[in-house]
């Protein structure tokens, strides 16, 4: 079973910056894919930044340039910064991971961390 750990959010004023992180914790653990998706209210979640095995990342056009997402120094730690945030981006935000089992991939979700652009 693997469990993430998510760190970060929290209020910041339009324009502002915050820095979310999360780690995966499970025995042997090989990670495809670590990313962050998000749940604005009254709406679908969304996928926001993705990070792949060979550092390859995928962002949410409303997020890209002002988004990065990158792995941790620690194993199994992914990273977002997020920078000249918006309105709209008020949001719970949760990290998700795609890993091998050895027989099959599985995901995992975290609780989710709460992200508030408000002046």
């Known amino acids: 079973q693997v469990q993430l750990v998510e760190s970060g959010g929290g209020l910041v004023q339009p324009g502002g910056s915050l820095s979310l992180s999360c780690a995966a914790n499970g025995s042997r653990l090989s990670v495809n894919i670590m990313g962050w998706y998000r749940r604005a209210p009254g709406k679908e979640r969304e996928s926001v930044a993705l990070?792949?095995?060979?550092?390859?990342?995928n962002y949410a056009e409303s997020v890209k340039g002002r988004f990065t997402i990158s792995r941790g120094n620690a194993e199994n730690t992914v990273h977002l910064q997020m920078n000249s945030l918006k309105v709209g981006a008020t949001a719970v935000y949760y990290c998700?991971?795609?890993?091998?089992?050895?027989?099959?991939?599985?995901?995992?979700w975290g609780q989710g961390t709460q992200v508030t652009v408000s002046s």
């Open positions: 998700h991971v795609v890993y091998w089992t050895g027989t099959s991939y599985e995901s995992s």
């Open positions: 990070i792949g095995t060979e550092d390859t990342t």
